[in-house]
């Protein structure tokens, strides 16, 4: 029972980016790869301020809600300012240059050793009744995602990844669009991000490093790119996956390598037969 | 300050072998190859494997490992981006990112996390103009800048060279004058791999080969790349030498006398360069025009 509510609480935790990261890089087509770059910056700011400098964590939850805006704003500056493969490059680049800070700055992020002896705070210390709450917040979080899937938002942002300038002659405002949803993928971000942390009362930087930004491009993709069910349905079968890998009987040292080279066919074969949807060609006369 | 100079001149060789290679493959066929990293090291493994365990003699090995990075690239280049670049020249971003996964396992399961060093012996540093470098050192520097001298030389002295730099100008042109594109697209991935396990086997021989070392090589590589400015063979080994120097100027110097930064910023280098480069100047520093009609 405590492993099946860990499934639970681990899929609900991944659901809020994932289902961000498919607006941006599933609807939006926008070549974003630095989605972990938002969680490093919301989730070390909420924590370096409640647990070293002891905030309130209503407080230190602004903050990081601020922190992570500012984040998402510039990297949707950067998206609407670079090419879409440089700002695919320029995105990992970012993401790396955070985690970079995050283990050097070891008098204030405690560096690879992590941060550790979270509170469950403000949170229920049961974790039947945690995982209820990150159950509802999550489904929630997907009511919200499928709605503006389905608004004028989400049929808007299709329009324009199928072709800027026809979107854009439309009427269509890029800079709106792009703003909006690199702010909600900043949110999922957060949300997970406090979640997480206080679920597993440590915070360790290797949770955020480019393997883990991988497995959002693995949900996004195999679960069809834009799609709220298919990605949610994708996210919940590749965590179950991954959790239960460990049951299988193979010796501990073989579950890490036989996990990544199972992950990258299973990726493989996901753009193998979305080789003609991940990035439409543009439709000519 | 001169063993900096000598450090950087190590690091950069291995560098510009593996940035020469993405330049030209990036210069052709616009795909990035996030599986660069792992290529390099599939080559230094099987030269450690090759010569190490099986104890087949150096020079057999190295061919060993340069073979093993021809057939690998030779692999990948059929699999992974002939079926998607075609439709879509992002596709093989993300099918490179699953081979980078699937060679990281493969890497892991064959190799296991400990470092391996393909040359255990003759390590011995020599004192040399008030720094000290070991002969495998020296002989890595002169061999990188041979198979430069000879790279250049293909590409500018002979026939085939003219081909390749025309079909790098404009792919569609060149094929119009009978010159088989898609046999050189191939030809230039291969060589992209080798020069890559050459990488590969500089590091095994110089230092430890270590799986983890697979990304920030391939970020190193872009780095040279974009900075050269994205095509340009030349401006990307000048760049992978400048940012190799770079790195160890800024972990190895104690700016204004007081400040002194952490060897573990060292890789934010070649990050730094990236995004300044993308932000200020895209087209890099020697961005070579193409012709249109």
């Known amino acids: 029972m405590t492993f099946f509510l860990h499934i639970v609480a681990m899929i609900c935790i991944l659901l809020f980016p994932v289902l961000g990261y498919n607006l941006v890089f599933g609807k939006g087509k926008i070549m974003h790869f630095g989605q972990e770059a938002q969680s490093i910056v919301a989730v070390y700011t909420l924590l370096v301020l409640t647990t070293q400098m002891h905030l309130s964590y209503g407080f230190s939850f602004f903050c990081a809600l601020l922190a992570v805006s500012c984040v998402s704003l510039a990297l949707a500056w950067l998206s609407l300012r670079l090419t879409p493969d440089g700002f695919g490059v320029l995105s990992i680049a970012l993401q790396l240059m955070f985690l970079a800070v995050v283990l050097n700055w070891q008098s204030v992020t405690r560096g690879a050793l992590g941060i550790s002896g979270i509170p469950r705070a403000p949170w229920p210390e049961a974790q039947g009744l945690f995982v209820m709450i990150m159950v509802s917040s999550a489904v929630l979080w997907i009511a919200c995602m499928w709605v503006i899937d389905t608004s004028i938002i989400g049929r808007q942002l299709a329009a324009l990844s199928e072709h800027p300038w026809y979107g854009e002659a439309q009427g269509i405002s890029r800079r709106r669009l792009h703003i909006i949803v690199f702010l909600l993928s900043g949110v999922g971000s957060l949300l997970s991000g406090a979640f997480y942390s206080s679920y597993i009362a440590f915070l360790s930087p ?15 993709v195999a679960g069809r790119p834009g799609s709220v069910r298919g990605v949610t349905i ?5 965590v179950v996956l991954r959790e239960g890998i460990r049951f299988i009987g193979l010796p501990i040292h073989l579950i890490g390598p036989v996990r990544l080279i199972l992950f990258g066919l299973i990726l493989f074969v996901a753009v193998w037969i979305r080789r003609d949807s991940l990035f439409p060609r543009q439709r000519t006369v | 300050m001169l063993q900096l100079l000598i450090n950087g001149l190590i690091a950069g060789s291995l560098a510009a072998l593996i940035a020469g290679g993405l330049a030209l493959v990036y210069g052709i066929l616009g795909v990035f190859n996030l599986a660069l990293g792992q290529m390099v090291l599939i080559g230094g493994y099987t030269t450690w494997w090759l010569h190490q365990v099986m104890g087949v003699s150096l020079f057999l090995s190295i061919l060993g490992g340069m073979g093993t990075g021809a057939l690998l690239s030779w692999g990948v280049f059929a699999v992974f981006i002939v079926p998607f670049y075609k439709r879509h020249r992002f596709l093989p971003l993300v099918t490179t990112i699953a081979l980078g996964m699937i060679l990281d396992g493969l890497i892991l399961l064959a190799f296991q996390e400990s470092p391996r060093s393909i040359i255990t012996e003759g390590k011995m540093p020599i004192r040399f103009m008030g720094t000290y470098l070991n002969l495998p050192q020296m002989i890595m520097i002169m061999l990188t800048v041979l198979l430069l001298c000879l790279f250049a030389w293909v590409m500018h002295g002979t026939a085939f060279g003219r081909r390749l730099r025309a079909v790098v100008q404009h792919d569609y042109a060149a094929m119009s004058l009978g010159i088989r594109a898609p046999v050189l697209h191939r030809l230039i991935f291969i060589a992209s791999g080798v020069l890559a396990a050459c990488g590969g086997i500089f590091i095994g021989v110089d230092m430890n080969l270590s799986p983890t070392l697979a990304f920030p ?22 760049c992978a030498y400048a940012i190799s120097l770079l790195e160890q100027l800024v972990v190895g110097v104690h700016w204004f006398g007081t400040l002194y930064i952490p060897a573990g910023f060292q890789s934010t280098v070649a990050l730094l360069v990236i995004i300044l480069f993308l932000l200020l100047r895209p087209q890099g520093l020697f961005s070579s025009t193409t012709r249109a009609a």
């Open chain 1, 234 to 238: 994708a996210t919940i079968l590749l």
């Open chain 2, 217 to 238: 090589l391939t970020i190193k590589a872009y780095a040279a790349v974009i900075a050269g400015g994205k095509g340009n063979v030349w401006g990307a080994i000048f």
């Open chain 1, 206 to 220: 290797s949770d955020y490093d480019f393997p883990a930004m991988i497995f959002f491009v693995m949900c996004v």
